[in-house]
């Protein structure tokens, strides 16, 4: 069974920065595609990023320029380096990984961005 738990999620003012981390445990034998999404209170959830086994990237409009994904295999991990925040970015923030043939959803962490 595989497990993905998320960290770094937080307040933060207009303007700050969080770096999200999501760690993979469990049986892991080689994970293709990660990704971070978010769902704000009355929102649907929504992609945000996603990186590629090979670290090909790529990013929602709203958040380009401002966020990016990296991955380190050797830890099973995905990061979510996210600066220039704004309030509109407040949501939990997810983080989904293709292991095998499954897809795997961690638990979320709160992001809030207000002064």
């Known amino acids: 069974q595989v497990q993905l738990v998320e960290s770094g999620g937080g307040l933060v003012p207009p303007g700050g920065s969080l770096r999200l981390s999501c760690a993979a445990s469990?049986?892991?034998?080689?994970?293709?595609?990660m990704g971070w999404f978010r769902q704000a209170p009355g929102n649907e959830r929504e992609w945000v990023a996603f990186?590629?086994?090979?670290?090909?990237?790529n990013y929602a409009d709203s958040v380009k320029g401002r966020f990016t994904i990296s991955r380190d295999d050797a830890k099973n991990t995905a990061y979510l380096q996210m600066n220039s925040l704004k309030p509109e970015d407040t949501a939990v923030y997810y983080c989904?990984?293709?292991?095998?043939?499954?897809?795997?959803w961690g638990q979320g962490t709160q992001v809030t961005v207000s002064s």
């Open positions: 989904r990984m293709i292991v095998g043939v499954q897809i795997h």
């Open positions: 469990g049986s892991i034998n080689n994970i293709g595609l």
């Open positions: 990186i590629t086994s090979t670290g090909t990237t």
